[in-house]
């Protein structure tokens, strides 16, 4: 077969034509790939508009935590004598410290041993808190005489020793392993039984005190260690167990720790020195400079959300050019709504500030930016209103309500408040002999708090008082691990043989029951409920969770929730405020909704409007394919026959010619 080339017959550019004619063609393919770069521009545009709200958020969540404009600072005019840090709830004030004694953990220390590696003995040692109170106390000697041991109803912490820990090396590892808040160490004094076994309490306070106690003896163990400060002593107390003492304002204040909490109202003082006679001050002030600085990242987060959309929208008269969502809906409503909010007064329940300029903060040609001075003089003057200018606030008038939350579809208002049913905390009473006795046939009890079960066991014994036997069961329910572990706790009280057990629970889940063979010590046994709190907000019945009240779905001040306190009645009103800051961070919740939200939608609609021109190239490919395959076919059938046309000529001409040269 021969070579062929389109044109060769006729002699005409075949290739040229259909190259030329083929360009007009994919003039609307040119035009569908400068529309999808386009829509290419938007989604980029789309992702750096979502990344920009996200940050805005992020900054607007933080200002609308009312704890920012709530910021106190302390100072201390002696720092070496106590350091101090203040929440949100404390007072501006100024106090009078004099601290006389510092807290101190209790230290006991075992009698001499010749090795610290002979063997001692076992048994289970038992680790008993309490109070050392009344009788003598011989420094000399680290006794007490005549004293009592009253317990602190803690739980009883016990310490295994077998054959493997038995010397006092292994005694001393045991009990620092154990993690029972005891802490061993040896220490050796240099005498011919040098060898002695000191214990540290970790936790400091006059009811830190230890009784020690040895069961399961099996050699000498008990008469190293077992340690009633009522009675029997084996060990000698070096360093007492006390409380830290001190006067705030004149006022005599004794504190388990050198760490005091709310001694001052929402206050912690960490107390380091003592300073007799030369007191300190300790001023607590409200943070200014933390309001100004939240105060100024609201501006920043606003100017930057602002500029990323007039940066993505504007548009450009001279090279009649425009951003990438230049004249894009979406863009313009979101623009709309930021200047919306920014031109409403914050309804915030009648405090001083209503809006942004009153603070001294103001928006021109679209820009943010703050007056310091006006800023200053605002917060001097009226410092408690501005958290409601920018974070969602809730103020009760009842000092005992306590605002907790609301959702984004709680309405800023003032609502009354009405209490019916207070919240109560599940309890168990019964009557209890003088003296409890417990023996084989009556230690076990089965307790069941806030609905958990656990089976408590009490040592055989006669008890002294039945305030004693109360002493012990608190210790024992508050030590049991299901209990410990779902944050449960009693408190028991006795009284005139009547024994009253209380849940730290408030509300229905709340309750307290005891069965087991240990229930035949008490008398008339009775358990009841506890209640959860129940009452209106705005007039509307809303829903108890233990002491927590929350607005009824559907009303005003839905999701308003409230932490209540104090007696059934009318209890007064909350005011509830969504500030500036509140009302962009939900703004910018919605506006970036992956489900419904505006930002996923136009994206949703961009990629839907790619996908499609996408589909639209494929079909006009395939068009232009048909249209050039018919093209070559219509040039070829021309070539071939102007060439056959050609030939022809050819020969007619050949033949003329011959005619015209023959002779007649």
Known sequence: MGLSSAGIGSGLPIENIITQLMSFEQRPLTLLDQKVAGFQAKLSAMGTLKSAFDTFKTAAQGLADISKFQALSTTVGD??????????????????????????????????????????????????????????????????????????????????????????????????????????????DGSATPYRLVLTETATGKASSMKISVAGDTGTLGSLLNHDPAGAQAMTETVKAQNAEFKLDGLAISSATNNAADVIDGVTLNLAKTNVGSPTTVAVARDTKTVAESVGKFVSAYNAINKTLNDLSAYNPITKKGGALNGDSTVRSMQTQLRSLLGSPVANGGTGFTMLSDIGVTVKAGVMAVDDARLQKAIASNFNDIAGLFAATGKPSD?????????????????????????????????????????????????????????????????????????????????????????????????????????????????????????????????????????????????????????????????????????????????????????????????????????????????ASIKRLADNRVHMEDRLAATEKRLRAQYSSLDATISRMNSTSSYLAQQLTALSNMTI
Do not use: H
């Open 399 to 607: 000092s005992l309500l306590a605002f907790t939350g609301a959702t984004a579809n709680t309405q800023p208002g003032q609502y009354a408040v009405k209490i019916t049913q207070p919240a109560t905390q599940g309890s168990f009473s019964a009557g209890i002999a003088p003296a409890p006795e417990i023996d084989a046939t009556n230690n076990k009890f089965d307790v069941t708090l806030n609905g958990v079960t656990a089976t408590i066991t009490l040592e055989p014994r006669v008890y002294a008082t039945a305030a004693e036997f109360a002493a012990e069961l608190e210790s024992k329910i508050n030590g049991a691990a299901p209990f410990s572990a779902a944050g449960s706790k009693v408190s028991i009280t006795e009284s005139g043989g009547n024994l009253s057990i209380a849940s730290n629970r408030y509300g229905a889940s709340s309750g307290v029951d005891i069965g087991g063979t240990g229930a035949v010590l008490f008398t008339s046994p009775t358990p009841i409920a506890g209640l959860n709190v129940a009452g209106e907000i705005g007039g509307v019945p809303a829903t108890g969770s233990g002491r927590t009240l929350t607005a009824a779905a559907g009303s005003p001040a839905e999701g308003l929730a409230l932490l209540v306190d104090g007696a059934a009645g009318n209890r007064g009103t909350v005011s509830y405020a969504k500030g500036y800051a509140s009302q962009f961070e939900q703004l910018a919740s919605t506006l970036l909704d992956t489900a419904k939200g505006p930002l996923a939608s136009r994206t949703e609609g961009i990629n």
């Open 79 to 188: 720092a070496a004598v106590a350091t101090a840090t203040a929440g949100t709830s404390a007072a501006v004030g100024s106090y009078a410290l004099e601290v006389s004694q510092l807290a101190q953990a209790q230290k006991l220390a075992s009698s001499g041993q010749a090795s610290a590696a002979t063997q001692i003995g076992g048994g289970t040692i038992s680790f008993d808190l309490g109070t050392i109170s009344g009788g003598s106390f011989d420094s000399a000697t680290g006794k007490y005489t005549n004293a009592s041991f009253s317990s602190s109803g803690a739980a009883a912490r016990t310490v295994t020793i077998d054959p493997s820990n038995s010397s006092l090396a292994g005694i001393r590892d045991a009990i620092n392993k154990a993690g029972v808040g005891v802490t061993a160490a040896i220490v050796n």
